[in-house]
C-alpha cells in the first residue's frame, strides 16, 4: 500500500512539474504578446497540417461505362451539361451553416438501504457461573449497524443556435463521386478571434446551382465555433487550477 501511494505521489509530482514548465512556456509566449492583436493563421493546404487523416468511406462496386450508339449520353453519367459548381478537388462551395439546437432533460434518483448485524454468546456451556469465562468470553462477539441513502438529481436545458455562411474547398473526391470538403472562417474583432470550422462530405447532387450547399446535408458533419484572446483566456481556469481538478479525488 505505501509503495503504491509513493508511486502515486511520484506521478502527481511529475504531472504538476509538467504543468508548471508548459505554464512557464505559454506565459512567455502570452507576455511577448501583450499589447499587441491575436495573429490571423496562415493560409495553408488543408492535406498538409498535423493530424489530417484521408476519409476513407465503403464504396460500392465500380460500375463499367457503356455508351449507346449515336447517343451523346453515357449511362452513369452524373449530369449531361457541364456546369460550374464544385467538382474537383481545390474547387470552392459555400456552405451555409444553419444549426438550432433544444434540449430539456430531467432525472432524479434515490437509493436507501439499512442493514443491521447482531450475534453473541449470552451463557456458553454455563460460562455466567464461571467467574473466569464471563472476563474471556464477551457477552456480545459482533454488532453492526450501516446505514447507506442516496439522492441524486440533474437537469439539462441547452439551447443554441447559430446562422453564419462559410466557403469551403474540395480537399479530396471519394471514389463513388462525394466530395470531402473543409472550411475556415476566423474573424477578428479588436482583441478577440472568432473561428468558426466546418468539414464533412457532401455529394454533388445536394449542392445547389449557386454553389450553396446547406449543412444539414453534410455527412460526417464537423461544426467547430469558439474563439480565442483577451476575453476567451479571462473565462478559462488558470493551468495550476486545472492540474488540481484532475490530480484531487476530492
Known sequence: MSQYRNNRLTLAGALLAL??????????????????????????????????????????????ASYSPNSLWRNGSRAFFKDQRAARVGDILTISVNFTDKAAIANETQRSRTNSEDSGVTNFL????????????????????????????????????????????V?????????????????????????LVVAGIVRPEDIQSDNTID???????RIAYGGR??????????????????????
Open 19 to 64: 504543468g508548471t514548465v508548459a505554464s512557464g512556456c505559454s506565459s512567455i509566449d502570452r507576455l511577448s504578446q501583450i499589447g499587441e492583436q491575436p495573429k490571423l493563421s496562415s493560409i495553408d493546404n488543408p492535406t498538409t497540417q498535423p493530424g489530417y487523416k484521408p476519409v476513407q468511406m465503403p464504396m460500392p462496386k465500380p460500375e463499367v
Open 229 to 250: 484572446g483577451q476575453i476567451t483566456d479571462v473565462q478559462q481556469p488558470r493551468y495550476g487550477q486545472q492540474v488540481l481538478d484532475v490530480l484531487l479525488p476530492f
Open 126 to 169: 454455563g460460562s455466567q457461573t464461571i467467574t473466569q469465562a464471563n472476563k474471556i468470553l464477551p457477552g456480545r462477539i459482533l454488532t453492526a449497524d450501516s446505514t447507506a441513502s442516496s439522492d441524486g438529481k440533474g437537469s439539462v436545458n441547452r439551447q443554441e443556435a447559430l446562422q453564419t455562411n462559410v466557403a469551403a474547398v
Open 215 to 221: 449543412s444539414s446535408k453534410i455527412a460526417q458533419a
Open 171 to 195: 480537399t479530396q473526391v471519394l471514389p463513388n463521386g462525394n466530395l470531402v470538403v473543409e472550411g475556415k472562417q476566423e474573424i477578428r474583432v479588436n482583441f478577440e478571434i472568432r473561428e
